[in-house]
């Protein structure tokens, strides 16, 4: 049983990421043509194009891809509270947007994580690093704006990793799923 419930945890959080990634990249206009876009928005393209015929975008953003990955995040935790026997009622909904937002936290966390490897070892242009950057920089630009120069040592990463467990272990010590999600 535990096999089963690692092996559907993986596959919905494979695809929560995809599904976040997308409306990522489109709120902060990424490059759609990088071969990462590329991927991302034909992998998503069968859950996200028919609900997009019904529910168009406002503004910039793509409602029916929150929706799906919205959906996707309550499913994901209704069936593997399912899986244990638990009941959950009327609070599934509330969790799939708990397990939507911490999902997008962590994909932030690893995004960032990979972004500092990639920069001891990458020399020169790498399309990844390239969208890597244009998804972290919404979030990190403010922080650099506040944190001191250093002579070309960012300390805005730090500083990010900092302010993300603060606010993950505030929710975890209010919240009794936050844990479980």
Do not use: C
């Not at 399912?82 to 609070?91: I, K, Q």
């Not at 490897?117 to 242009?125: A, E, L, R």
């Amino acid at each position: 049983m535990e096999a089963i419930i690692y092996l559907l945890r993986f596959a919905f959080d494979a695809l929560l990421m995809v599904l976040i990634v997308r409306v990522w990249l489109q709120w902060v206009k990424a490059d759609f043509y990088n071969p990462l876009s590329q991927f991302i928005v034909k992998v998503s393209n069968p859950l996200v194009i028919p609900v997009r015929r019904i529910i168009p975008g406002l503004g910039g953003i793509d409602l029916a891809t929150i929706l799906v990955a919205y959906v996707i995040a309550t499913l994901k935790f209704v069936t593997l509270a399912a899986l244990t026997g638990e009941s959950l009622g009327t609070l599934a909904f509330y969790i799939g947007l708990l397990v939507l937002v911490k999902q997008a936290g962590f994909l932030l966390f690893m995004i960032m994580i990979i972004m500092a490897i990639m920069s001891w070892v990458v020399q020169g242009y790498n399309p990844t690093l390239m969208i890597f950057h244009q998804l972290t920089e919404p979030f990190l630009n403010p922080i650099r704006r506040i944190t001191p120069n250093l002579g070309g040592l960012d300390l805005s990463m730090i500083v990010a990793f900092l302010i993300m467990n603060v606010i993950n272990i505030l929710l975890s010590s209010s919240l009794p799923y936050w844990a479980a999600l």
